[in-house]
């Protein structure tokens, strides 16, 4: 029920733009967020947005450079990525949750994930 788009291959210090369309019920109920995983990696969080979008939560590597958002009339959340660098390529996913505590600190209890797009960063 959630569909990823938008990875690509970006050189150096380029800009992609994900986007993740949700069908999970109440969207505007559940707590959004990205996650990434790179290869031989653990699955890292990126960043959580609230119901509302008021409010942003981000990992440290990815702060001040990307930006979570959602729009809940089109059931939809982004991450704008920005200052790309090597170490950000990964299989980028989707999440969705209606506990920020699951969403933040008990990934494997995530109700929804999407099917992950790959992001490649080249130096």
């Known amino acids: 029920q959630l569909q990823a788009c938008g990875g690509g291959l970006v050189q150096t210090g380029g800009s992609l733009r994900l986007s993740c369309a949700a069908s999970v019920g109440t969207f505007s109920s559940y707590f959004m967020a990205w996650f990434r995983q790179a290869p031989g990696k653990e699955r890292e969080f990126v960043a959580a947005?609230?119901?509302?979008?008021?409010?942003?939560w981000y990992g440290g590597s990815v702060k001040g450079r990307f930006t979570i958002s959602r729009d809940n009339a089109k059931n939809t959340v982004y991450l704008q990525m920005n200052s790309l660098k090597p170490e950000d390529t990964a299989v980028y996913y989707c999440?969705?949750?209606?506990?920020?505590?699951?969403?933040?600190?008990?990934?494997?209890?995530?109700?929804?994930w999407g099917q992950g797009t790959l992001v490649t960063v080249s130096s």
């Open positions: 999440a969705a949750d209606p506990s920020l505590r699951t969403v933040m600190e008990v990934h494997n209890r995530i109700d929804y």
């Open positions: 947005v609230s119901w509302d979008g008021g409010l942003t």
